[in-house]
């Protein structure tokens, strides 16, 4: 732009305005035509800046939708062309790429004869550190359920990282695909989302009025006892999630915009992972090594014991629960 | 070494899980389809990290009646890992999905390949 | 009981093979889905039951939801072009 001189200023200025006021009919494609070998005028720069007419850029456009609805067909023959073609590079990349996962099979494959045999009990991953989880991780922990001791309490920072790459992604998705702000008028609301009132079918509405509660106890069942039976903050999460994209799927968002939505999940996540960095930096700074804590451990085997893997799974359940929400809602609700 | 193989039937399935889903995201031009592969190879790794904490005949990592024998249960370690890896796994599968969908929007296309050429078709030059 | 895992295992393997072959993407996905579903037993039998309990509820549950609401709003892309082609390209 800045070659330019003032008269082509004033053409790219004049051809701007005339985009803004006409722009939900061109694509932004071919706002800045290419540039035309002109057979004369080389020396001046504000030639080389063409503005178009509109009926070009309409034939422009009728083109492109013509090439938009033959595409597939003509891309079929052209591939179908190049599949016949015995030297054509696309079936030489076939080629290449199959030798090479069948070598990369046979490398992994002298890797797997050579390990020690699948089920022994010598084999070199069952070492000091997994007996110490094993035989102190009672004591130390309070879980009964070794594994959740073992990422809640030894490994609690990498199950940090973890909930913090759920809330990336979830940030991310939001950051593609969160639509521009709706009237929230509710007849609008209803004409372009199908799914505000729910769905009419009766018996999945009485069947899922019956099972929704059991599907979040359930979940919720899953989360507080993470560290007595199997299953966690993950896992319950996802079926709490789970229970809640179904009772929008039948209820609708009317209904389900009443305890829950995207803006209450995003607050929901930030919170819960505030908690358990609060928590988990409580522990360090007391005890040694983020082990010691002064908690109360409590009996082992019921539910008010493990310290603070019980805080730490219920901030991973909110995490992971809304993370399925607002990731559901936000693949539903998105439209071009 | 070759009976090995035989005994090593978990890891051998891993192997073969793996290279399916290598030749998935090397070979299909679909883009749903490549992430399915990756989804493959994820879980090929981590079938593959969950059998080796495997022994035979011991019990699940949850301590019962209170006995803190480590000769009484398998490895707790790779299902700490693997439980990690199967969250990360959801997140990214449900980043490249939302760029799929920005993807057809932009193209109208799943094809990897075909973008290419559709845009030399409509005249435009990258460069 | 090992007869059973190595049949799981073949199954394991005919289902990925199979969504490497098959045309339409939402079989694709629900194949993906089975093959899911048998992971999650194959990991109780290794007596891991969190992976078990985790991978029902993420991977065969959240993972196919992603990929058929992706499908659904690539198709109702697809319309609003005015493109009527049944092959999921």
Not at chain 3, 71 to 81: D, M, R, T, Y
């Amino acid at each position: 732009m800045s070659g330019l001189s003032e008269e082509g200023k004033k053409d790219v200025k004049k051809f701007t305005d005339w985009v803004n006021a006409n722009s939900e009919e061109i694509p932004p494609e071919i706002v800045y035509p290419p540039k035309h070998d002109d057979h004369h005028g080389h020396g001046h720069e504000h030639k080389e800046i063409v503005i178009p007419h509109e009926e070009t850029l309409r034939e422009k456009m009728a083109k492109r939708e013509h090439i938009d609805e033959n595409f597939q067909e003509e891309w079929q023959n052209v591939m179908q062309k190049a599949n016949d073609d015995p030297s054509s590079p696309e079936r030489w990349y076939r080629l290449a790429s199959s030798i090479g996962g069948a070598l990369i099979v046979l490398v992994l494959l002298i890797t797997v004869a050579n390990l020690p045999r699948f089920g022994s009990p010598d084999a070199p991953a069952m070492n000091e550190v997994a007996r110490r989880y094993l035989e102190s991780g009672l004591q130390e922990t309070g879980a009964v359920n070794s594994v959740a001791g073992m990422i809640l309490d030894y490994r609690a920072f990498d199950t940090l990282g973890e909930s913090v790459v759920l809330f990336t992604a979830t940030v991310t998705v939001i950051f593609l695909l969160q639509q521009k702000e709706r009237n929230h008028n509710k007849e609008d609301i209803e004409a372009v989302d199908g799914n505000y009132k729910g769905i009419r079918s009766l018996p999945a509405k009485v069947i899922v009025a019956i099972t929704f509660p059991f599907i979040i106890l359930y979940g919720i069942y899953i989360v507080l006892n993470g560290h007595l039976s199997p299953g966690g903050g993950f896992s319950g999460g996802a079926i709490i999630g789970a229970g809640l994209v179904l009772n929008h799927l039948v209820f609708g968002q009317e209904f389900s915009e009443k305890f829950i939505n995207v803006n209450k999940c995003k607050k929901l996540m930030a919170g819960g992972l505030f908690v358990y960095i609060a928590l988990k930096t409580y522990s360090i700074l007391t005890g040694a090594n983020g082990i010691n804590s002064h908690i109360p451990l409590g009996k082992a085997g019921s539910i008010f014991s493990g310290g603070l893997i019980f805080p730490l799974n219920i901030c991973v359940g909110v995490v992971v629960a809304c993370t399925v929400f607002s990731l559901y809602s936000l693949f539903t609700d998105w439209s071009s | 070494m070759m009976l090995n193989l035989f005994h090593n039937y978990y890891e051998v399935a891993a192997v073969i899980l793996f290279s399916i889903g290598l030749l998935t995201v090397l070979l299909q031009r679909n883009l749903i389809k490549k992430i399915i592969g990756l989804n493959i190879m994820d879980t090929s790794v981590f079938l593959f990290l969950a059998a080796k904490g495997y022994i035979a005949g011991r019990m699940s990592p949850i301590i019962k009646d209170g006995m803190t024998d480590a000769s009484k249960y398998i490895n707790p370690i790779p299902s700490g890992l693997v439980l990690t890896g199967i969250v990360v796994a959801v997140s990214v599968t449900a980043f490249s999905l939302s760029l799929t969908l920005r993807w057809y929007q932009q193209y109208k296309t799943l094809d990897l390949d075909g973008v290419v050429l559709k845009n030399v078709w409509r005249g435009e030059k990258y460069e | 009981m090992t007869t059973v895992e190595i049949l799981l295992l073949l199954f394991l393997i005919a289902c990925a093979i199979s969504v490497f072959f098959i045309k339409n993407l939402l079989n694709a996905v629900i194949v993906f889905m089975s093959y899911s579903t048998i992971m999650a037993v194959l990991w109780l039998s290794i007596e891991s039951p969190d992976l078990a309990i985790t991978e029902a509820a993420v991977g065969c549950g959240v993972t196919t939801l992603l990929f058929i609401l992706t499908l659904k709003k690539i198709n109702a892309l697809k319309e609003e072009g005015g493109e009527e082609d049944e092959r999921t390209f």
